[in-house]
């Protein structure tokens, strides 16, 4: 009798020394996570972020979906414009010589970022299993102007794999898989990111 209550308290310690093992460790884990996925996912909003900086260079307005935006791109060019005085005006007032030259699109996006970019697959949300990111652009009167407007982003519970159920909120107070992580605003002129 004495060992088989020895034997059940030891498949009890296991059990339980387990069972705290797994409740310290989920905690870690869900962290580690969410700042390794969180962070691929901002990246590549940053990169989007400048593309559509780019875009609206060549464009004059912002692209509301991936194709625009890699096509663009890929074979726009940006107007530099340049500005000297006229030396045939001796008064050097007013009169200015306006020279134009172009600058590929491409080649002034590799200058933003310091980085190559992968134009068909920006559209892909990393850790995601190709899921893409929600694009959108518009105009929109904001205080009596014409501006444009643009939004991108996606839902944590998109790229948080195992991590997005709504029970992970115990771990962190602000998370929320339902949230978007994003840049812009379709009400506002406004392109910064939520991060």
């Given at each position: 009798?004495?060992?088989?209550?020895?034997?059940?308290?030891?498949?009890?310690?296991?059990?339980?020394?387990?069972?705290?093992?797994?409740?310290?460790?989920?905690?870690?884990?869900?962290?580690?996570?969410?700042?390794?996925?969180?962070?691929?996912?901002?990246?590549?909003?940053?990169?989007?972020?400048?593309?559509?900086?780019?875009?609206?260079?060549?464009?004059?307005?912002?692209?509301?979906?991936?194709?625009?935006?890699?096509?663009?791109?890929n074979n726009g060019n940006i107007a530099l414009?340049?500005?000297?005085?006229?030396?045939?005006?001796?008064?050097?007032?007013?009169?200015?010589?306006?020279?134009?030259?172009?600058?590929?699109?491409?080649?002034?996006?590799?200058?933003?970022?310091?980085?190559?970019?992968?134009?068909?697959?920006?559209?892909?949300?990393?850790?995601?299993?190709?899921?893409?990111?929600?694009?959108?652009?518009?105009?929109?009167?904001?205080?009596?102007?014409?501006?444009?407007?643009?939004?991108?982003?996606?839902?944590?519970?998109?790229?948080?794999?195992?991590?997005?159920?709504?029970?992970?909120?115990?771990?962190?107070?602000f998370y929320d898989p339902e949230k978007a992580?994003?840049?812009?605003?379709?009400?506002?002129?406004?392109?910064?990111?939520?991060?």
């Amino acid at each position: 009798m004495r060992n088989i209550i020895n034997v059940v308290l030891a498949l009890l310690t296991v059990f339980f020394a387990y069972w705290l093992y797994n409740t310290i460790r989920e905690p870690i884990r869900f962290a580690a996570e969410k700042s390794k996925r969180g962070d691929a996912v901002i990246s590549k909003l940053k990169d989007i972020q400048s593309a559509e900086d780019v875009y609206r260079m060549v464009t004059g307005k912002f692209a509301g979906n991936f194709d625009q935006l890699r096509d663009t791109i890929n074979n726009g060019n940006i107007a530099l414009i340049k500005l000297t005085a006229d030396p045939n005006d001796p008064t050097n007032q007013d009169k200015f010589v306006k020279s134009v030259t172009y600058k590929s699109a491409k080649d002034s996006l590799r200058a933003i970022l310091m980085h190559d970019v992968n134009l068909d697959s920006l559209k892909y949300i990393p850790y995601s299993d190709g899921k893409t990111f929600d694009i959108a652009a518009d105009t929109l009167t904001y205080q009596n102007t014409l501006v444009q407007v643009v939004q991108v982003g996606t839902k944590w519970k998109d790229f948080m794999g195992e991590y997005a159920d709504p029970k992970f909120k115990k771990y962190d107070n602000f998370y929320d898989p339902e949230k978007a992580l994003k840049f812009g605003d379709m009400n506002s002129p406004n392109t910064n990111g939520n991060w």
